[in-house]
């Protein structure tokens, strides 16, 4: 809640508080987790969040980098995150690494190095990152410690499985979700043949609307014609997808022939 889809960082402080109240009422007796994404420019803000989200129930809180003045090296990330997971202190805390929109490229293998003794409620990465080097030596090396690595690019996530990721959190499964868990039904079976066909045809739907222009606002377009349920504009400085972007991506999705027949 509160992430990158969400414009989290778009909204005000009391905006995101509300979202992530309302997330926490509807989801009641429906959702397994509910984290809320908490992270801020400024350190006060953000741990005003964590303090709010640790007092609704919330499973989780994740922080991204600060993206302005930014941390030059991993010490100064993880004491930026500490002081915001010390406000929460009971609350399983997850870095959300980015750096395609933060900047910040601190590799998240040396950053999880002792972590759990600055942050002893770390529970693991939100992992948005094509740098798959850096995410299966996080994983090599931190079997013991059993962080959570959920896996963020979703046109990668079969590679991300292969190599150990825990799961996955991503836009595309507001509107793939049910094809995205057969791919992950089939890489359990195991059934890597059938999992590669369900990654193909998500990548061939994403390289197509990546090719017209695609982001958050984008998004939004498709989960609004996919669900029936409108998502609303995006908040300045995104602009609302064209009617030509919407029109040629229905036609894309509506044409992918899924292996299950759909």
């Not at 429906?30 to 420019?41: E, P, R, T, Y």
């Not at 997971?85 to 490229?105: D, N, Q, R």
């Not at 992992?127 to 690595?149: G, P, V, Y």
Request: with cysteine; hydrophobic share 45%; net charge negative.
């Amino acid at each position: 809640v509160n992430g990158t889809t969400g414009e989290g960082l778009s909204l005000n402080t009391q905006e995101r508080k509300q979202l992530a109240e309302e997330w926490m009422r509807q989801g009641k007796d429906k959702l397994d987790h509910v984290i809320i994404h908490v992270g801020a420019l400024s350190l006060p803000e953000s741990q005003e969040l964590a303090r709010h989200a640790a007092a609704i129930g919330a499973s989780g809180i994740a922080v991204i980098a600060p993206f302005f003045f930014k941390p030059t090296n991993k010490d100064e990330l993880i004491a930026f995150l500490q002081k915001v997971a010390s406000e929460a202190p009971a609350v399983p805390f997850y870095y959300y690494h980015i750096p395609l929109l933060t900047g910040v490229k601190i590799h998240v293998e040396g950053l999880l190095d002792g972590i759990k003794e600055r942050i002893p409620t770390f529970q693991g990465v939100k992992f948005s990152d094509t740098d798959l080097l850096d995410l299966a030596q996080c994983i090599n090396k931190h079997e013991r410690e059993q962080f959570a690595f959920l896996y963020g690019v979703d046109e990668q996530l079969l590679s991300a499985l292969a190599i150990g990721a825990d799961g996955a959190v991503g836009s595309t499964y507001n509107y793939l979700g049910r094809q995205t868990n057969l791919m992950l039904q089939a890489f359990a079976k195991p059934d890597l043949a059938l999992a590669q066909k369900y990654q193909f045809l998500t990548g061939e739907f994403l390289n197509f609307v990546i090719k017209l222009g695609f982001g958050v606002a984008q998004t939004k377009a498709v989960m609004t014609f996919v669900s029936g349920i409108p998502m609303g504009p995006p908040r300045l400085p995104l602009v609302d997808a064209s009617e030509e972007f919407i029109v040629k991506a229905k036609a894309k999705l509506d044409s992918i022939v899924w292996p299950d027949g759909d």
